[in-house]
């Protein structure tokens, strides 16, 4: 028995294209003849046929059959072709499904034509972005700064992947969207693909085919952005195990996308395994090869580029030495890259001496080395759940750390600020410290809520060392905290917007990586004293870039939000009775402060959806090259020049700013970073880079959250409806700060619903979902932006995905439909 099975599956996989497999048992003369039916002279060769008369019918008959076969084979395709203008092309030996939809899609224009129709204003050009929850619909900005464009459907997007560079023709009206209503949607057509990212690659399952005229599989991929890709699997070396009675694979597959001909599926090519899908390790890697983010990019000798123990003889003749100063880092318990620490020093004139000490990571990566181009391709560290990939190597990580205890080099800013926190006078040096404390956060909120305790138990906190003790640590903090605090509400009464979003956090089995439970990190009062210095010590350095570097200093640019969208989230807010004058950045923070603090915050969980909705309309900050003609201002810290400085060890661009600043404060020009175009392509890379890897965290988490809920076996959540549709709503999870869709459409998609059935419907400028419980339709439940539901979180099948759906919540269906009730009246 074995031996038939062994043979019937190698005649399922048998390929059609003239490579077929040979078999390795004996094999009956019959079965030799149907292996080998496309290549007649290699069964003469294999076998000694005698020349005789019988034999010469026998090898007529088998080319017989094979005419058949390629004929069969050739109607196949012609059957399944699209265009009936290809039929009489010559047909492959193997049957390729992807020649099933030759010329799905639109050819391109001709780059002339594009050239002149940009010229003419008749195309126009900008980057896709495809939806993520719903891939057919895709967006590019509206050359006039309005609405923006809407790619819809795939034929449409013509192949464009997100975020390539795309050139569009704006459709007629008569293909628009509510053409002559005020939610006028117009659409366009993708024409030519200016720019696109080379050789993508796209994590999936596959879905296997079995039988003689398949060689390919399709590869789902786990992002709904990216097309199916055919990939062939006939040259796969290792068995491909599949889900009980299903075609899909168990395990997680990668292929690359090297480029897109007309055909409505990609053809990729599979390159590896990543696992068991959903588990954590496999998925994790998923993470990381869709984001483009390297598990291990530094080779084993990459210490011979480390520079030799300094010497602080040596450093001394060049730089501050502030090793006598209170100096300590407040950060994370789990923090390994210490770039920063304060000081702070009572003047006898009733001032502050502050000191922000930033590590001197230039000293340990010199431009132009092989460690210098990996740390600069990577440009930034990515923070996962449960593994933080640097963008240093580990041990030069720990190296260039402000770690206590020990003679540290840094670049220190030096101000003297009065007790109403104004900036009396500044200096930029290089410096040797010696911090005396790693604290933490909690250590740091300890000290402001006890103000007066001077009777510190030194076992709970950390080493003090340098002959400092944890009290002269309190003080010090008290000190920084009272400056931080006239900082933060000068700089909000100024003009500063601030959206905060509490982060989801997971505590984990450090040995196996799973999830124990989860929280909401909440920033405290420790938490803004730090930030408020190093946004002081950005915007004080690029107002020093500005000065000395005006056509090539490193820049974080942050633009206004396009009206069109920002317009749409104040009109929903408005219907709700929440006024936002989105004029500045200032008029946002204050119109929203109003329903987000105090006693005017209706409910606790309006602060998180207005911050959500308010969220969306904003566009990323971004690196850049300074530009003279144009602002370079970062519109929600509302100041005209803002870089970062303050994380060496983890951003590139930061080094980048720190040898501009040594280059002024040494009189030694960097040749390399005089030409604009250098800075740009740091800027670009760095922009990309950091992107990938706030994607990439963010589905740690997800995935983290939704391993977290199978092995609970589902959870029941409180939630906050954030926007209303036809057939679902968006909800954010208010324990975890997390978005979801919950559909309600009663449909063989969704056989788990509770409700009986649902209907949309605006009231009062409202969109409204009423639920109904029952058949009767006595019990039931209307949904609207900002009410609270029940949901239940269940872990998909086979993946790391959530799924929600609306449960039947009591008090707050009566409450919802109550407080609704009064409105209308």
């Not at 003679?407 to 104004?422: F, G, Q, R, Y």
């Amino acid at each position: 028995m074995d031996f038939l099975e062994n043979l019937s599956r190698r005649l399922e996989d048998i390929r059609l294209d003239g490579t077929n497999v040979t078999a390795e048992f004996p094999c009956p003369q019959s079965v030799l003849r149907y292996l080998n039916q496309n290549d007649p002279n290699k069964l003469e060769n294999d076998i000694d046929i005698e020349d005789t008369p019988e034999n010469q019918s026998r090898i007529r008959t088998r080319k017989r059959l094979q005419r058949r076969q390629k004929q069969k084979i050739k109607s196949l395709v012609e059957k399944h072709n699209t265009n009936p203008n290809k039929q009489n092309q010559s047909t492959p030996n193997s049957v390729e499904p992807f020649l099933y939809h030759k010329d799905f899609y639109p050819n391109y224009m001709q780059f002339d034509d594009v050239k002149k129709g940009l010229e003419s204003g008749k195309l126009f050009e900008g980057h896709i972005r495809i939806s993520q929850k719903c891939p057919t619909e895709a967006y590019v900005p509206s050359p006039d700064k309005s609405k923006d464009i809407l790619i819809n459907g795939v034929r449409t997007r013509n192949r464009a992947l997100d975020g390539d560079k795309v050139v569009v023709k704006i459709l007629g009206k008569s293909d628009w969207r509510n053409p002559d209503s005020e939610d006028c949607q117009r659409t366009g057509c993708v024409v030519y693909i200016t720019n696109s990212k080379e050789n993508r690659i796209i994590v999936g399952s596959l879905m296997v085919d079995r039988g003689v005229i398949h060689r390919y599989s399709t590869l789902i991929p786990r992002d709904c952005r990216f097309p199916r890709l055919l990939v062939d699997t006939s040259t796969w070396l290792f068995p491909i195990d599949l889900r009980n009675g299903t075609k899909e694979s168990k395990e997680l597959f990668y292929a690359v996308l090297p480029h897109w001909d007309n055909y409505k599926f990609p053809k990729g090519i599979l390159k590896g395994v990543l696992g068991e899908s959903g588990q954590i390790k496999a998925e994790t890697e998923g993470i990381l090869i869709t984001h483009d983010i390297e598990e291990h990019p530094y080779p084993e000798d990459i210490d011979q580029y480390f520079p030799p123990l300094f010497s602080v003889e040596e450093e001394l003749k060049h730089r501050k030495d502030f090793r006598k100063h209170c100096i300590f880092s407040i950060d994370p318990p789990t923090a390994k890259d210490l770039d920063d620490a304060l000081s702070c020093v009572p003047l006898p004139n009733g001032n502050f001496e502050i000191g922000i000490h930033i590590s001197d990571v230039t000293y340990f990566v010199k431009q132009g080395t092989p460690l210098d181009e990996i740390a600069e391709k990577l440009a930034t560290s990515v923070y996962l759940v449960q593994k933080v990939y640097h963008m240093l190597p580990p041990a030069l990580t720990m190296m260039a750390s402000l770690l206590p205890g020990t003679d540290k080099l840094a670049v220190s800013i030096t101000l003297e600020m009065t007790p109403d926190a104004n900036v009396i006078s500044h200096s930029f040096s290089q410096s040797i410290i010696h911090s005396c404390a790693q604290l933490h956060y909690s250590h740091a909120q300890i000290f402001l809520e006890n103000p007066d305790k001077k009777d510190w138990d030194e076992s709970e906190f950390p080493t003090v060392y340098n002959g400092y003790t944890i009290s002269d640590c309190a003080t010090a903090v008290s000190h920084l905290h009272k400056l931080a605090t006239v900082m933060r509400k000068r700089r909000f009464d100024t003009g500063a917007l601030a959206i905060n979003q509490p982060k989801l956090s997971f505590d984990i089995d450090r040995v196996t990586c799973e999830p124990l439970s989860y929280s909401l990190y909440i920033l405290h009062e420790s938490n803004w004293l730090i930030e408020e210095f190093m946004l002081l010590a950005n915007t004080m350095v690029a107002e020093h870039l500005k000065t000395h570097f005006p056509t090539t200093a490193m820049l974080r640019c942050h633009h206004a939000p396009d009206v069109a969208p920002m317009e749409k989230a104040v009109k929903i807010l408005k219907v709700h009775g929440i006024d936002i004058d989105f004029t500045s950045a200032g008029s946002i923070h204050k119109s929203k402060a109003i329903y987000c603090q105090g006693e005017n915050s209706k409910n606790s969980h309006w602060d998180i959806i207005i911050n959500n909705i308010l969220s969306k309309p904003m566009v990323r900050a971004e690196y850049c090259v300074i530009d003279p003609d144009k602002s370079m201002s970062h519109f929600a810290l509302n100041v005209p020049y803002y870089t970062h400085f303050t994380s060496p060890i983890r951003r590139y661009p930061d080094i980048v700013v720190h040898r501009m600043l040594i280059s002024w404060l040494t009189n030694k020009p960097i040749k390399e970073y005089e030409d604009p175009k250098v800075i740009e392509k740091i800027a670009i890379n760095s922009n990309d880079k950091k992107n990938n890897a706030k994607k990439a965290s963010e589905a740690s988490a997800d995935i983290y959250a939704a391993c977290l809920i199978g092995k609970l076996g589902g959870l029941e959540v409180d939630a906050s409806i954030m926007e209303v549709k036809e057939n679902y709503f968006e909800a954010t999870v208010l324990s975890m700060n997390m978005n979801t869709r919950v559909y309600v459409n009663i449909s063989p998609n969704n056989p788990d619903l509770q409700h009986r059935f649902c209907k949309f419907s605006i009231v009062d400028n409202k969109p409204t979902l009423v639920i109904w419980w029952d058949l009767k339709g006595e019990n039931k439940q209307t949904l609207q932006l900002f009410d609270k539901v029940k949901l239940k979180l269940t872990k998909r099948e086979n993946c790391l995905k959530l799924r929600a759906i609306l449960i039947r919540d009591e008090y707050n269906s009566y409450y919802c439909d109550s407080l609704h009730t009064e409105i209308s009246m």
